[in-house]
């Protein structure tokens, strides 16, 4: 039975007026060096996944367009930032903590008063549904409030001295100079931000390049970053990544690197840096997380999070399930249980309520995920679900495919879509050599009921991804937790607390402990002539 996906788009008139834009976005400005330059060159036109009818078919709906820079001023940002760091003895890098936190309370609560005019640009540029913009934009600030409160702590607990064999010290964190901060277009607000919050608290200066899918939304924010940071401290650069980013590399003004984005790129761009020991990179990238579920398991519980893990935002995330490893006397019935679970899930546009499944916004994604249907089929496998890869324009209807082998493209190519292949398995020994021999190494999950056979599991795998999950999906949070990866996964930990010291270096004043030397200590804490050296406690 056919899906009629040509119901699945709307006339323009009928989209509730709620959730549109009030007009197009067509930006011609962006921050660097604390202004906003005018920009009167080419542009690259927005259009969001979501397609609307005319008379002549479905088209993309427009909804703006923004610079496309050149090396020019890429360069100018770059230098900006240099100067605002000024070899860390700007006006930022040498502030105190407690101004530093004031800075990004300032900026918080501007955010905030653009979160309608966000969320509605989340929605429209990537096609995540209305909710979970919402979702992701609240997320985003608690994150933000999270990094402030642990900094805090942190500052609390460096505003002692430290006495140590006849050495009194006091031990604090400093910046690390020029960060390049590069977001993913799937949480384009949230997984940007988990980046340069804690850059830019921590005293670093940023270049920020928005991702090529969800660049406009943070148009918005641009006057807020100009308004709460000093001259320099944060800059937008806009253009072609491959053409704008390599010269910032090769110029070694970038101390960090961090993108969320394809270990390919990651690898190219540290290559390009002349003193590759000098940059620090955090990244986030690539991953194939397995789910891997026994014979002893709860079949219903690990359908649900199957669901949930491989499908959540179409499966456009980095922590999706994205291969599953079934017990082969379980296969039937779990292949038969998971396509009714699908069959559940709510497809339409992201403003209607209760919606799962909405339009990609990679233009080539389609085509990709029909090769890789395409490719598994023509090696054995099948799509076992009705409707299952049933495309129009920027919809896909997900697939499960069964049984999928290492001849197949699914085996080991990240999908990132709604496609859910499925391996049958016999012994646990194939699980954990797919593990072992892929070149990925975030997280996996494991479904049992079986405390022996978990526990079996978990040694070899703790040593092969970053975290391993027990009946429940894959998934980044809480943010106080660790998130990570091994092997061409991820480079640096980020979390709440991992994150401000991933963006930053301890650093100590030290003095022998001596009757002039505590004088001279008291005597600068006393004149608050510096702000590394003190006493001074956040509340």
């Not at 899930?345 to 209760?354: A, I, Q, R, V």
Request: glycine content about 6%.
């Amino acid at each position: 039975m056919s899906l009629n996906l040509e119901n699945l788009f709307w006339e323009e008139e009928d989209i509730p007026k709620e959730y549109l834009l009030e007009e197009q976005i067509d930006q011609r400005t962006f921050l660097s060096n604390g202004e906003m330059k005018t920009w009167n060159g080419p542009v690259s036109e927005v259009f969001s996944p979501v397609c609307v009818k005319t008379k002549d078919g479905l088209a993309r709906k427009r909804i703006g367009s923004y610079p496309v820079c050149t090396e020019k001023e890429s360069e100018e940002a770059l230098n900006a930032a240099v100067a605002a760091y000024d070899n860390g003895r700007g006006k930022w890098p040498t502030m105190s903590v407690a101004e530093r936190i004031k800075c990004v309370e300032d900026f918080t609560n501007k955010m905030i008063d653009k979160k309608d005019i966000v969320v509605k640009l989340i929605m429209w540029e990537i096609g995540k549904s209305y909710a979970d913009s919402i979702k992701e934009f609240d997320r985003t600030v608690e994150y933000i409030y999270a990094t402030i409160d642990s900094l805090k702590d942190l500052d609390r607990q460096s505003s002692r001295f430290e006495i140590e064999q006849g050495i009194i010290a006091q031990i604090r964190r400093s910046p690390l100079g020029v960060v390049l901060c590069m977001g993913p277009f799937n949480y384009p607000l949230n997984e940007t931000f988990t980046t340069l919050i804690p850059a830019l608290i921590m005293g670093n200066t940023l270049l920020f390049k928005p991702p090529k899918h969800g660049t406009l939304l943070h148009y918005p924010l641009l006057e807020a970053f100009q308004s709460s940071f000093p001259k320099g401290v944060i800059n937008t650069i806009y253009g072609r990544g491959n053409k704008i980013i390599p010269a910032l590399m090769e110029s070694g003004k970038i101390n960090v690197l961090t993108l969320i984005g394809s270990s390919k790129v990651a690898n190219e761009l540290k290559k390009l840096h002349p003193k590759v020991n000098r940059l620090r990179a955090i990244l986030g990238l690539d991953a194939k997380n397995a789910a891997i579920i026994t014979k002893d398991v709860d079949l219903d519980l690990a359908v649900k999070e199957t669901v949930l893990g491989s499908l959540s935002f179409n499966g456009q995330r980095c922590t999706a399930i994205k291969i599953v490893y079934v017990h082969r006397s379980l296969a039937q019935e779990f292949l038969k249980k998971l396509s009714e679970e699908v069959a559940k899930l709510k497809f339409g546009m992201p403003w209607e309520s209760g919606v799962s499944l909405t339009p990609l916004p990679e233009p080539n994604k389609p085509a990709y995920l029909q090769e890789c249907i395409t490719d598994a089929v023509a090696n054995g496998a099948k799509v076992v679900n009705e409707n299952g890869g049933q495309t129009l324009e920027s919809f896909v209807y997900p697939a499960i495919l069964y049984p999928v082998n290492d001849k197949m493209k699914l085996y080991r190519e990240e999908q990132f879509g709604p496609l859910i292949p499925v391996v049958p398995f016999d012994d646990l020994e194939e699980p954990i050599e797919y593990l072992i021999s892929s070149p990925h190494g975030q997280q996996v999950s494991i479904f049992s009921r079986n405390a022996a056979i978990i526990s079996s599991l978990i040694d070899p795998l703790v040593n092969q991804v970053s975290r391993v999950n027990i009946n429940c999906q894959c998934q980044r949070g809480p943010d106080s937790f660790p998130f990570t990866g091994r092997k061409d996964s991820a480079e640096g930990t980020l979390s709440v607390f991992d994150a401000i010291r991933s963006f930053s270096i301890r650093s100590l004043v030290a003095a022998k402990y001596t009757d002039d030397n505590k004088k001279l200590l008291n005597d600068i804490i006393e004149s608050n002539n510096s702000n590394f050296v003190s006493t001074k406690f956040i509340f």
